[in-house]
């Protein structure tokens, strides 16, 4: 049965790429991108060979638990895990949890990013050259470690695309919450060890080798340094962590597979009109109520908010371990630069539905301030929460007007870049009522593409407030600190506006040729 999934699935693969020309060069292109990404790789590994052994210990432990680490939050943050085999649309089917959990961990093992992964995490046994005898034992952990990084990335899908699908807000907000606390915690004990001074790197390190997400990496380590006790209970925690992660995907996908069909509609309470009850009577207004509507209902939207707390603590933990401050200080202007991104998919959410707005003659310049205006009910609190958290946690408070400038500024400056290219592109998202987290094969590269370009674009026009604010950071200067403040909501309203006006004019022209492209992905 296995065997059949497999076939399966590559032939949907194949079929899928033959229809869509623009998924198979975003498939090739992903292959010719690992290579560089092996070789430096492999390089690394081979240069830390000839470091003494903690040197290495520490070195692999860390970038062992990224990586870990990196599987559970970039699916989640960019486009998805790929899942052909998508228990919901295997339900009719006769299937045991245990047979489509084989066939996806192979599906992983076998796609792109799980093989280069596997090939990385086994050749990083070259760095112990100096200790042959643990070589063996290298290997072994790099595979469990890659099937913890693959079966952790499908356990995480599963459980909180069962759970946002068939549950209510208050209940979407706790999975976010929990999946946040469960996968960052030892990366927020790692902070708070790196931060206090205690060996930085090292002290960090040695936080993450007692937990799921390092212990595996820490085993090869303990035994070139001679200490058999402790690769023991390494190993004990990451066989743990490994049974722990089968065991929750095992029960998750059985609860997926006697789910039949995408779940029934349910009736509002007369009266209880949500967004639209205190939105403006008017087409802006109207827009803005959809998009909040759909903020707090549909988890394909509640899943961008993942990156809340977990940006800020991934970019904490990478300036605890490295020393390097300015990566902390990064992390207020990074959450609102991803944050608009959800926007740049928006009328891809919408799919078919995005009809409605064509026949009720909906301007394009309604459609762009209804559905910014309904982001930035989110994105400002959220921005303005990160920041003061990193401010207090880095104790950076003299710089906070200058913080606050670059987020806000970049915040604003994204919403009118995607307020353009939201008009240019549509790329393939998970269908209403399936698995949020999940993702068509090609998607993940199509939709970093378009990422880079907003990214770049956004980098550039927000770069007048992003130069003031680091001016005043690195020369402790409060009035430059309140000058890209100003700068950064001047300018930044600036290209919001200019955005809206070229967006809703693209959207005007190119408003049945953007149905189309949604159409021809629905196939």
Wanted: proline fraction near 6%; charge should be positive; include cysteine.
């Amino acid at each position: 049965m296995v065997a059949v999934l497999l076939r399966l699935r590559f032939r949907v693969l194949a079929t899928t790429l033959a229809r869509s020309p623009l998924q198979l060069v975003a498939v090739i292109l992903g292959a010719i991108q690992a290579v560089p990404i092996l070789l430096a790789c492999g390089a690394g590994v081979i240069a830390l060979s000839g470091f003494p052994p903690d040197i290495v210990r520490t070195t692999m432990i860390t970038a062992g638990s990224l990586v870990v680490v990196g599987w559970l939050v970039i699916p989640i943050i960019v486009s998805g895990v790929e899942l052909t085999l998508d228990p919901h649309k295997l339900a009719y089917f006769p299937l045991r949890p245990r047979t489509l959990m084989l066939a996806q961990l192979l599906v992983g093992l076998t796609w792109v990013p799980g093989g280069v992964t596997l090939l990385l995490a086994l050749f990083s046994a070259f760095a112990y050259r100096g200790s042959p005898d643990v070589i063996p034992v290298a290997i072994t952990a790099g595979a469990v470690g890659t099937l913890l990084a693959v079966a952790g990335s499908r356990m995480a899908a599963t459980v909180t695309g069962n759970l946002l699908s068939d549950r209510g807000v208050h209940v979407r907000v706790a999975v976010i919450a929990a999946l946040a606390v469960v996968v960052l915690g030892p990366v927020v004990v790692a902070i708070a060890v790196g931060l206090g001074g205690q060996g930085g790197l090292d002290a960090a390190a040695q936080v993450m080798s007692w937990s799921p997400v390092g212990a595996v990496w820490a085993v090869p380590g303990d035994l070139a340094l001679g200490r058999p006790g402790e690769a023991l209970a390494s190993a004990g925690i990451a066989v743990a962590g490994v049974v722990a992660v089968l065991a929750v995907w095992r029960i998750a996908l059985g609860a997926s597979l006697g789910h039949r069909g995408t779940g029934a509609l349910r009736a509002s309470q007369a009266g209880r009109l949500g967004a639209f009850r205190i939105g403006p009577s008017s087409p802006a207004g109207a827009v803005a109520a959809r998009s909040l509507h759909y903020w707090f209902h549909d988890p394909r939207y509640a899943r961008q908010l993942v990156i809340v707390p977990m940006m800020p603590a991934l970019m904490l933990l990478w300036a605890a371990v490295t020393g390097v401050e300015g990566i902390g200080i990064a992390a207020g202007p990074a959450v609102a630069g991803l944050l608009p991104l959800a926007v740049f998919a928006g009328i891809s959410f919408d799919g078919t539905a995005f009809a409605a707005h064509l026949t009720a003659g909906v301007r394009g310049r309604d459609d762009r301030v209804g559905r910014l205006a309904a982001m930035l009910v989110i994105a400002v609190p959220a921005t303005l929460a990160v920041q003061l958290a990193v401010t207090a946690v880095l104790n950076r408070w003299e710089d906070l007007p200058a913080l606050v400038g670059m987020s806000i500024g970049v915040l604003l400056t994204a919403l009118g870049v995607v307020a353009v290219s939201s008009a240019l592109l549509v790329i393939p998202v998970p269908r209403p009522g399936r698995n949020p987290f999940s993702g068509a094969a090609g998607a993940g590269m199509t939709s970093i593409g378009g990422s880079y370009a907003v990214t770049g674009a956004t980098l550039v026009l927000a770069s007048p407030a992003l130069v003031l604010g680091i001016l005043s950071v690195v020369l402790r200067s409060a009035a430059v600190g309140w000058v890209a403040l100003g700068a950064g909501g001047v300018l930044g309203l600036a290209v919001l506006l200019i955005g809206i006006r070229i967006g809703g004019a693209l959207l005007d022209r190119r408003g049945p040729e953007l149905l189309t492209r949604l159409r021809a992905l629905r196939g």
